[in-house]
């Protein structure tokens, strides 16, 4: 098989893959780099194509639907997407994008001729096809039913935002480090705080300025907030329940905190130890479930960034919307609560719990915290002070904010956050 048509072959592996629950795109993509020695113009070529393909998932099944009255197989669907994807989307080459799908349908053993069909229609009509919108109607179920919760106008942001490539919003431990990235970088830049910024464009993360000088980590501006706004968070014991990938644990570090970091998840926790090693925090990391915890020991802040569907993270995250089974919704919000009441036994009188997930439905966010505090009458909500992020803000004094684009142009993910204080 051609170079082209590999690349493109593992663009469709790893699509079925997402597509049936069965890997995560970062682990199948490293295996296919070392089993096919690709070069980095590969890698960028995969990445693009798989992404593109499963944000654009609902306009392609609408073309496709236009071209084809038969139900088609899988591979057959799969190879569609990625081909139309690669031609309306990602403008490649059509010849090469035509040849490579007609070679790989032959080594499936699937209609190569029907393929090449398609495609060729495609290509003739190739400006009216890239105007087609997305159609709700092919969203999953489970999605549009928590979506309709929410108000039209924040439901039209979600609905957009499915189709948007994400930002890289840096975190830095301090201004001063801000300002020498700031002196010694070339590209376009969007300053979201004293202490962060976005770039828009780069190449790889680990090539970026002052990378290798430990000075910040990559976190989105709306999970950095509950930390940001919380400025009596200096010099406390704090205890993060779920630290990786640890945007929260190095906020709580840069503010001079002693933090205790548990993660339950092994390969996580490599991940976590990794970034803590590169910005010179020498902390431990407790790999134990958090809800297993002793309970003698009491904190002045506890942190939990939950398990959850991650449905804030669409841009980052969109096979979340690809895959074929639903998102376990109930399964999550039981680990949630679990992991607020044992906060609320590990936590100091007068101390605070920050609750958040990457999540803007209602069971994952508002409702668990309602349902906490009608169990635990000895805490109340205290909240987060507007400032300039009042549109953020919502009047309960919550964190709460689906996907969108700030004024300023910034991406931020959906996101939601309520700070408990225990008042005995």
């Not at 480090?177 to 700031?182: A, H, N, P, T, V």
């Not at 910005?279 to 942190?303: C, M, Q, R, T, W």
């Not at 439905?361 to 409702?367: I, L, V």
Request: net charge positive.
């Amino acid at each position: 098989m051609q170079k082209g048509a590999q690349t493109r072959r593992s663009v469709h592996i790893i699509l079925c893959a997402l597509k049936n629950n069965s890997d995560v795109f970062e682990e199948i993509l490293n295996k296919h780099i070392i089993k096919y020695k690709y070069s980095s113009r590969d890698i960028n070529l995969i990445q693009a194509v798989v992404l593109e393909s499963i944000r654009y998932n609902n306009q392609v099944k609408t073309i496709i639907a236009k071209y084809s009255k038969k139900k088609i197989n899988e591979d057959s669907y799969i190879l569609l997407l990625s081909a139309i994807t690669q031609l309306l989307y990602l403008n490649f080459k059509e010849y090469a994008v035509v040849n490579s799908s007609v070679e790989i349908a032959k080594n499936l053993k699937t209609s190569s001729g029907f393929i090449n069909a398609i495609l060729k229609k495609i290509i003739q009509n190739k400006k009216k096809l890239q105007e087609i919108r997305m159609d709700k109607n092919n969203l999953p179920k489970w999605f549009l039913g928590e979506l309709s919760k929410l108000k039209k106008d924040k439901q039209e942001l979600v609905i957009k935002s499915i189709n948007e490539k994400p930002q890289l919003h840096i975190v830095f431990k301090s201004n001063l480090f801000l300002k020498k990235f700031i002196s010694e970088i070339k590209y376009d830049f969007t300053t979201t705080s004293k202490n962060s910024l976005i770039i828009n464009k780069f190449n790889k993360i680990e090539n970026i300025a002052r990378y290798n000088k430990g000075e910040w980590w990559i976190q989105d501006y709306s999970a950095m907030l509950p930390i940001y706004l919380s400025k009596n968070f200096n010099n406390k014991e704090i205890i993060d329940f779920c630290a990786a990938p640890g945007g929260k644990t190095f906020q709580s570090l840069a503010n001079n905190n002693k933090v205790s970091v548990v993660e339950k998840d092994k390969k996580r926790a490599i991940i976590l130890r990794r970034n803590l090693k590169r910005l010179n925090f020498n902390v431990p990391i407790e790999i134990k479930d958090a809800i297993n915890l002793n309970e003698n020991k009491k904190y002045e802040v506890i942190l939990i960034d939950a398990p959850c569907t991650a449905i804030g993270t669409i841009r980052k995250n969109p096979e979340i919307l690809f895959r074929k089974t639903d998102a376990n919704l109930y399964k999550y919000t039981e680990t949630q609560m679990n992991l607020l009441n044992k906060a609320a036994t590990l936590i100091k009188n007068n101390g605070e719990i920050i609750y958040m997930v990457c999540s803007f439905f209602e069971h994952e966010t508002t409702r668990q915290i309602k349902k906490f505090l009608n169990l635990n009458k000895n805490f109340v909500v205290k909240k987060f002070e507007k400032n300039e992020n009042e549109d953020l803000i919502d009047d309960c004094g919550f964190i709460n904010t689906v996907p969108c684009t700030l004024k300023n142009n910034v991406k931020i993910d959906g996101f939601f956050a309520a700070k408990l204080k225990r008042n005995d």
